[in-house]
């Protein structure tokens, strides 16, 4: 089992920054890719960033392209997500999600952490 917990949200004004963290623990040996992923109200969760643990590759949502940065720090099993000029529509829960293997798909997830940005 990985335990994923995020943290980090808030409030913010359109053209801030902030930036989520997400603490793994458990059997973090075991974990392939780690992504950020979020929900608006009435919406479907969507995929924003994802990195590779041990290579370090990343891939990001056509929206968050050059605003937003996912990194690790895998002596603390860290993932932080570093989110520039901010936009109201990028509001939404944030959530951390951890993925052991290729073949599947994320099957660890954080509760989520609220990310307003008012105009």
């Known amino acids: 089992q990985v335990q994923l917990v995020e943290s980090g949200g808030g409030l913010v004004q359109a053209g801030g920054s902030l930036r989520l963290s997400c603490a793994a623990s458990g059997r973090t040996f075991s974990i392939y890719r780690m992504g950020w992923f979020r929900q608006a109200p009435g919406k479907e969760r969507d995929f924003v960033a994802a990195?590779?643990?041990?290579?370090?590759?990343?891939h990001y949502a056509d929206s968050v392209k050059g605003r937003f940065t996912i990194s690790r720090d895998n002596a603390k099993n860290t993932v932080h997500l570093q989110m520039n000029s901010l936009k109201p529509e990028d509001t939404a829960v944030y959530y951390c999600?951890?993925?052991?293997?290729?073949?599947?798909?994320?099957?660890?997830w954080g509760q989520g952490t609220q990310v307003t940005v008012s105009s």
């Open positions: 999600a951890a993925r052991t293997s290729s073949l599947t798909q994320y099957n660890y």
């Open positions: 990195i590779t643990w041990n290579s370090g590759s990343t």
